[in-house]
């Protein structure tokens, strides 16, 4: 059996002290004045030995095991998967290692992975919370083990938090389709109390009130987060052809706008001469389908920057915070072929109606 590479074994090939070594792995070479080309050294000797440091050994040593927990709804979906990747790379950067888990919103399992990275001595954690976990999040505050909210917050609860303008970005999507000549716009969101999707449904219903072109609660479709594809497919399919009197289709995640161009797809329907479509969050299929979609896109690299240095900033306590931060980051409205201004013919075909009646 190949004997295991230990601390002791590269300081040595190095010729450096266990202790300079050390500041290397845990990521402390600039604040200890460790030149760059010794820090380059020990890196790539760790690399080219395969030495995995003892992480049981460093947190009796240090009190930190340099490892934090991400627990977010869907590592599938294209929203939550892009950001676990740029947190995983923004947190090698500084030298910890992410444990990533998927609630699939379930209460029982985000509270079972809270426990999980709790025992697993993780130095913080980045959530997206689900209903029913205000308990566990403050016990998280009593016991004074760092975390930052993502996505969404919990009501009632002070917490860091780094989330979307939801409402903002709902609002302007929803003033895009009214200037484009739009006016009977059905809104499909999740069914639940998630905050975020409660805040863009109410930027729809903000919009569509500013325009004195109230919404009704027939244009308002909500499906349960836990139903299958196939499931979702036929709602909407069902909804319009509840509501032939639709012209466009506002879906509030990039999931339900996926399963909503299938639907149209199969009721025959084409964008955007039946019905204009945007979605909230943006997607690759969103941009190489014909016509492209519109969307609210949320700058995913910036959110997951901000969590992760948030997160860091308390784990490593290098400001004192005083008072729970809270970043609202702003979406960008990306006008694509799905919601062109109806076209003219529509004006001509009116005005011909009204020469007729003459």
């Not at 080309?37 to 030495?51: G, N, Q």
């Not at 998967?81 to 990533?100: D, M, Q, T, W």
Request: charged share 25%; proline share 4%.
């Amino acid at each position: 059996m190949t004997k295991k590479v230990s601390i002791k074994d590269i300081a040595k090939e190095l010729e450096l002290s266990i202790t300079t070594v050390s500041f290397v792995i845990n990521g402390k070479s600039e604040e200890m004045g460790i030149s760059e080309a010794t820090s380059s050294k020990v890196l790539e000797l760790i690399k080219k030995r395969d030495y995995s440091p003892n992480n049981a050994a460093r947190l009796l040593r240090t009190g930190k095991s340099n490892t934090i927990g991400l627990i977010v709804e869907d590592l599938g979906n294209y929203f939550f998967g892009n950001i676990a990747k740029v947190v995983e790379l923004e947190a090698s950067k500084r030298g910890y290692n992410v444990f990533l888990s998927s609630t699939d919103n379930n209460p029982k399992t985000a509270k079972a992975l809270i426990r999980k990275m709790r025992n697993s001595s993780v130095d913080g954690m980045i959530i997206t919370p689900t209903k029913d976990l205000t308990q566990e999040l403050e016990k998280l505050k009593n016991d004074k083990i760092p975390f930052v909210l993502l996505d969404r917050t919990v009501p009632g609860l002070s917490a860091n938090a780094v989330v979307l303008d939801n409402f903002k970005g709902a609002f302007d999507l929803t003033r895009h389709l009214l200037s484009n000549g739009y006016k009977k716009i059905g809104f499909v969101t999740i069914h639940g109390d998630m905050s975020q999707m409660i805040e863009r449904e109410s930027g729809y219903l903000a919009a569509m009130e500013s325009s004195k072109n109230p919404c009704t609660k027939e244009l308002v479709l909500k499906v349960k987060f836990d139903d299958s594809a196939e499931i979702m497919i036929l709602s909407i399919m069902s909804f319009v052809k509840e509501n032939p009197e639709l012209e466009a289709l506002f879906f509030a995640t990039n999931y339900l706008g996926v399963h909503g161009i299938e639907a149209l797809k199969q009721l025959g329907k084409s964008m955007p001469d039946d019905l204009a479509v945007v979605s909230f969050d943006d997607n690759d299929l969103f941009r190489l389908f014909t016509p492209s979609i519109t969307v609210a896109s949320q700058p995913l690299k910036q959110i997951a920057v901000e969590t992760i240095e948030l997160l860091l900033r308390l784990i490593e306590n290098d400001v004192k915070l005083e008072a729970p931060v809270s970043k609202v980051l702003e979406p960008e409205l990306i006008e694509r072929q799905s919601s062109i201004q109806k076209p003219l013919w529509e004006f001509e075909q009116a005005l011909q109606k009204s020469f007729n009646k003459l």
